[in-house]
């Protein structure tokens, strides 16, 4: 019987990447400043890919290692400390804290902040992260992520203390996130656009995937947990009511992408448009969704590609930062969706 696949060499086509631009790369090319220079940058981006080689590997190994499950114990959010949220945030910890680049880390995991220099002896920028986005997936195989944003040292040669990790998202540098499902990812914005990256295994190396990303000003699907629904404002129930009306319009009704992973689900939508929504709830009129780890972060990245990120009420960039584990609600996604969204819970539709 003939080869269906005739003489094509399968190995070498599929070991063949679109784009062959690294990251280091990719910031010489099209960065064109950055506080302290585009070569801090490359190390930084380089240190938090590396912060991703090493969970993707564990990750693919979680089944067979003792690395399922939680702790026991429970963070300063008080949730269940899962086994992978502390080996992710030790991750972070050991690859950034020899980097030469970092002066303090904080972490959704850490009640604290971890100061690593005095002022005159470290660097001078600051990263702030969700080490495992999406903890509850991790014992049923389903995508995770980690999230990050790296803010500058205010004064140099004073040793930093918490209130200089506690900022407002405009005085971000950089933000990203690592996306772990079929493959690994690393999106990032510097302030000019947003590019993503793929880990090829085989290399050890990201490569440039998603050039200039852009969201759509609409998309056709939401994510959210409606399970909670009962929880929320009557203008936020009359929006979900609104998406599932039948109307060619405006592409309604739209389709339900939840996947339980924050990450997950704005990768998503930053992709193919869309709206993703962790809204107040009666009783927690806060939010969920902490603010310095998630919400600054993603909402740089999103706005950066043409999105809109929101309390409902106002733009998450301009929120008051206050306190380091301080939460907010969250609407996030395609422009003209968020900016709907915001009509009905504010009133005005």
């Known amino acids: 019987m003939p080869d269906p696949i005739g003489d094509v060499d399968i190995a070498s086509a599929s070991d063949m990447p679109q784009h062959a631009a690294t990251i280091n ?6 960065q064109t400043t950055f506080p302290g220079g585009t070569a801090a940058l490359s ?26 499950g939680s702790t026991g114990a429970t963070n300063v959010q008080g949730e ?35 100061i690593l220099s005095d ?3 470290s660097g001078s920028y600051m990263v702030l992260f969700d080490p495992l986005d999406g903890s509850s997936n991790t014992d049923v195989n389903m995508p995770l992520g980690s999230v990050f944003s790296i803010v500058m040292h205010r004064q140099a040669g004073r040793r930093p203390d918490e209130g200089d990790l506690v900022r407002k998202g405009t005085e971000q540098i950089a933000a990203g996130y690592l996306f772990f499902g079929a493959s690994t ?4 914005t510097a302030g000019q656009g947003v590019r993503g990256f793929t880990l090829d295994p085989g290399i050890g190396e990201y490569l440039l995937s998603h050039e200039a990303i852009t969201i759509p000003a609409r998309g056709k699907v939401y994510a959210a947990n409606e399970g909670n629904a009962l929880k929320w ?27 339980g992973c924050l990450v997950a689900d704005v990768h998503r939508m930053l992709l193919g448009g869309g709206i993703y929504l962790y809204p107040s709830e009666l009783d927690k009129p806060e939010g969920k969704i902490r603010l310095l780890y998630e919400a600054n972060p993603l909402a740089m990245v999103v706005e950066q590609a043409g999105g809109r990120a929101s309390t409902g009420t106002m733009r998450i960039l301009d929120v008051e930062a206050k306190t380091l584990h301080q939460r907010v609600p969250l609407i996030i996604g395609s422009r003209d969706d968020v900016i709907k969204a915001e009509e009905y819970i504010q009133g005005r539709a």
């Open 25 to 30: 790369q990719v910031v010489g090319t099209y």
């Open 43 to 68: 190390g930084l981006l380089t240190q938090i890919g590396l912060v991703g080689k090493c969970l993707a590997h564990d990750l693919r190994r979680a089944g067979l290692l003792n690395i399922l």
């Open 80 to 114: 269940v400390v899962k086994k992978l949220d502390e080996i992710a945030n030790a991750t972070f910890v050991r690859v950034l804290r020899p980097s030469g680049l970092v002066c303090a880390l904080a972490s959704e995991e850490m009640a604290r902040p971890l």
């Open 119 to 121: 002022g005159t002896t």
């Open 185 to 188: 990812i690393l999106v990032y």
């Open 233 to 259: 404002s009557e203008g936020m129930r009359k929006y979900f009511d609104y998406l599932k009306v039948q109307d060619k319009a405006t592409g309604r009704p739209y389709s339900t992408r939840y996947s």
